[in-house]
């Protein structure tokens, strides 16, 4: 079953029924004013960090799921009838309801007793604010005399503590209202410098700001008591709830259309210019006032629109693929890097399954997010490894995450996630490749963030990979630290106190449980940076590290194997965690698809032995689970993997991040009919038939969904901020369809299946643009390259020369 159907020419997802399964939203904003919005305008906005710089208020845990966002109301002021355009909050049955996700903006709307409205929502570029563009058609026979209500709640700034610090919160709310301007400025008056205004295009007849001015006590926002009497109260918030509210009049004559614009922004002033006058209260509204004047232009609000779809253009045009697949095509053109442009700029940190208050930017996780978009933004990945690496502490350790407003390391979680440091080097390794640029090596980066520290960022990688081969076990490999990948096995923490957090209860000294996973990890980072190594001249620091990852190789096959799959890990008794001796947890996904993805067992046949072990036992139709059996107890030497029921996140659940090491695991072993069906199973655009049963949106990744021991096998929760986004991109991209960036040029090394004819793609890479052409001749892998209409040996396009080349592959 579908709830609306991809419009792929204009790049959108169409929804065409309002009660999605669940809430399916989508992200505006690209730079440092963001939005999360649903198919029901439902959602928040913030500035740079959605902990800290808060603009409108969420509450988490709302019944309904999504309550709370960018309402409009219309009331028929002869009836005084009411309703919503994007049918929250006020659910009444609207005709020809339409959500149009797009890149960067929504259009949300419907038609209710003969007025149809529609919602343009969208953050300009380089701006920091949210354009609602409103346009309001009467199809009715007769004129109607309108009123239109605007809505925002404002969140007093940090989220954490606006949903927690009542006795405070209720009494610091200030406002200011100037024409059709409302300014939200709590706090203003002390430490803060920022303000949030909510702007209008049409004369008002009136506002409020106090929320229960607006909707009324013993009301929601269903029926608000402004909006039901047709009339404003010009309320002024002093304390308790500042919201903001427009109220304008409307006469539409029959078939006549009228925009409203109305405008959300954020605004920070010198310190030293805060107040109008100086010495005042009052804010300093020069600033804002400009860039309200200039959006509150129809003319102008429309060019804002055409440079936010041609930025989405060149972003989406880096590359561009025609296969026989509308699944992969839809997904590799448009949403998967859409999606991994959202998991670049909020990492795990503001979903609607991630509040926003916990989690900010992840040390592993933005790593890993660099395969999904460092081609389409590469000056800001350079930032983002530099201010990563900049969280690095002196023993090569990293901080697991960071706020991303202040840059500094999180305390409450800390350090000690012993995959962490490694994965800077595989996302440092995938900028070199894309850019070329090796200044980035060079590049000071303190440790900490404590200035003086400075090192060149070569310096941090060199510490990461240290960092394991001091870390060693008594099997020789790596220790697990508080967890590697698998954030929930955790070997170290026995966690036995209500509460207590699973992963930094570390009671144990952490000298023997050993992470196989991690080994596998080493063996891909160690070769990438024994290759750096030797392309910056080093011969014999490569030579060591070559020589590291041979041996860890042979500790992997010496104590990492167990006979049909690789074992997951050793635990804190020196038992091992997923292998055949024990009673639950078995086999685990992530070594199987990560040994192979590293390199591991391709010769002697330990690879292909452990893919099999893996659609033996974990795929399903849904995709295949973290490991078998589930779990059906709570372990305390294995921590929070084994607190979930059966079936759900690491205990069994299908996490998607890891399925696409084994797509690419069997590239590698040159099985492109398995890679394929893998990556179709998890497929969001190939599940948009089973809506009612994924109940995610069928545009972009969730982080899991249910395996196959829980009762909603086939389930799927935690949309957008998953490493599942990028890591899809890379294997269907790089490993499937085989154009993957080298650091001499780009290789063409197709793994299609075999009834795959060939392809068409289109790669903008070193500033050339490739037009590629895959024929397949025969069964099999091998590749011939025609460049320009030359042979060329080998399967490497060398870096052109020319803007435009041309590339025919031949396989077979
Ligand atoms: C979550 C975390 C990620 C971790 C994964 C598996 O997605 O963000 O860091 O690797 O879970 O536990
Ligand atoms: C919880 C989640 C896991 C996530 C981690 C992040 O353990 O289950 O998926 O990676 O939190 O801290």
């Known amino acids: 079953m579908q709830f609306g159907y991809f419009d792929d020419k204009n790049r959108e997802y169409v929804i065409t029924r309002p009660d999605t399964p669940l809430p399916w939203i989508n992200y505006l904003g690209c730079q440092a ?3 999360l919005i649903s198919n029901t305008a439902g959602g928040y906005s913030f500035y740079r960090d959605a902990r800290l710089r808060r603009l409108t208020r969420y509450r988490y845990n709302n019944v309904p799921f999504d309550l709370g966002g960018r309402y409009i109301y219309l009331r028929d002021d002869e009836s005084g009838d009411y309703w919503s355009p994007s049918w929250a909050p006020t659910y009444y049955d609207l005709e020809d ?6 890149m960067g903006y929504s259009i949300i709307g419907g038609r209710y007793s003969g007025i149809e409205a529609r919602t343009r929502y969208f953050v300009p570029m380089d701006e920091n604010l949210e354009v609602w563009q409103c346009s309001i058609t009467n199809r009715r026979a007769d004129h109607v005399e309108l009123s239109v209500f605007s809505s925002v709640e404002f969140c007093l700034w940090d989220a954490q503590d606006d949903a927690t610090n009542f006795q405070r919160n209720f009494s610091i709310g200030e406002v200011e209202v100037d024409g059709s301007v409302i300014y ?29 001015a607006f909707v009324g006590p013993y009301r929601g926002w269903d029926r608000p008591i402004a909006v039901e009497r047709g009339e404003a109260s010009n309320s002024i918030a002093h304390g308790w709830a500042p919201v903001g509210s427009h109220h304008v009049k409307l006469m539409l004559e029959p078939g006549e259309t009228r925009q409203i614009i109305f405008l959300l922004g954020y605004q920070e002033n010198e310190v030293e210019q805060k107040f109008d006058p100086p010495g005042s209260q009052t804010i300093n509204k020069a600033g804002a006032r400009v860039v309200i004047a200039k959006y509150l232009d129809a003319g102008n609000v429309e060019k804002a629109f055409q440079a936010l779809r041609s930025h989405w253009c060149d972003l989406l045009g880096v590359c561009q693929v025609d296969t026989p697949d509308e699944h992969t095509n839809r997904m590799v053109n448009i949403w998967n890097p859409c999606q991994c442009m959202a998991t670049f700029n909020v990492s795990r940190s503001a979903s609607f399954y991630e509040s926003g208050i916990g989690r900010g930017l992840g040390f592993r996780d933005s790593s890993q997010d660099l395969l999904g978009f460092v081609h389409m933004v590469p000056s800001r990945a350079r930032e983002r490894i530099l201010d990563l690496a900049a969280t690095q502490l002196p023993t090569g350790g990293a901080y697991h995450q960071y706020q991303p407003l202040t840059k500094r390391g999180n305390n409450d979680i800390g350090s000690n996630f012993n995959d962490d440091p490694l994965w800077l080097i595989i996302g440092t390794a995938a900028y070199l490749k894309e850019t070329g640029d090796w200044s980035i ?24 990979i240290r960092y394991t081969m001091e870390r060693l076990g008594p099997h020789g490999l790596p220790l697990i630290g508080r967890a590697d990948w698998n954030d929930c096995l955790n070997l170290n923490c026995f966690s036995d106190t209500p509460g207590q957090s699973f992963q930094t209860t570390t009671n144990k000294e952490g000298k023997v449980a050993e992470s196989v996973f991690i080994a596998a990890l080493f063996v891909l980072a160690g070769r990438e940076l024994a290759e750096i190594a030797a392309r910056r001249g080093l011969a014999q620091e490569s030579g060591r590290y070559l020589a590291e990852v041979a041996r860890m190789e042979q500790t992997v096959s010496q104590h990492g194997w167990d006979g049909k799959w690789f074992v997951r890990a050793y635990d804190d008794s020196g038992r091992k965690v997923g292998s055949a001796e024990c009673d639950e947890g078995k086999i685990f996904i992530e070594p199987q698809g990560f040994a192979v993805l590293a390199g591991i067992g391709l010769e002697d046949g330990t690879a292909a032995t452990a893919l099999d072990s893996v659609r033996e036992l974990l795929a399903t139709p849904h995709g295949s689970v973290l490991q078998q059996p589930a779990y059906s107890r709570y372990y305390l030497h294995l921590g929070e993997i084994s607190s979930y029921p059966p079936g759900y996140k690491e205990n069994a659940g299908i996490f998607c991040h890891n399925n696409p090491w084994v797509m690419i695991a069997e590239a590698r072993a040159g099985r492109g009919d398995r890679a394929l069906d893998y990556y179709l199973r998890i497929n969001p655009s190939a599940r948009e038939g089973i809506s009612e049963i994924h109940r995610c949106e069928p545009y972009v990744y969730p982080q899991m969904i249910a395996g196959r021991d829980a009762p909603t096998h086939g389930e799927a929760k935690n949309s957008w901020l998953t490493g599942t986004a990028a890591w899809n991109y890379y294997a269907i991209t790089q490993w499937i369809l085989g154009i993957r960036p080298g650091y001499d040029g780009l290789e063409i090394a197709p793994v299609i299946p075999e009834d795959w004819s060939g392809f068409l793609a289109m790669r903008t890479f070193r500033g050339a643009k490739y037009h590629i052409t895959v024929r397949r001749a025969g069964p099999g892998n091998r590749v011939a390259l025609v460049v320009d209409g030359k042979a060329v040996d080998g399967n490497i396009v060398p870096l052109a020369g020319g803007a435009e080349t041309t590339v025919e592959a031949t396989i077979g």
Request: glycine share 6%.
């Open 441 to 464: 090596l060079d590049e000071p980066v303190p440790y900490d963030n404590q200035p003086g520290t400075e090192q060149p960022l070569y310096e941090h990688l060199q510490r990461s």
């Open 33 to 35: 004013y963001f939005g």
């Open 184 to 212: 939200h400025k709590t706090e203003y008056r002390e430490r803060r410098n920022h303000f949030a205004w909510f702007a209008c295009s049409a004369p008002i007849s009136g506002f409020d700001t106090q929320r229960d």
């Open 97 to 102: 309801y339409e959500c149009r996700h797009g």
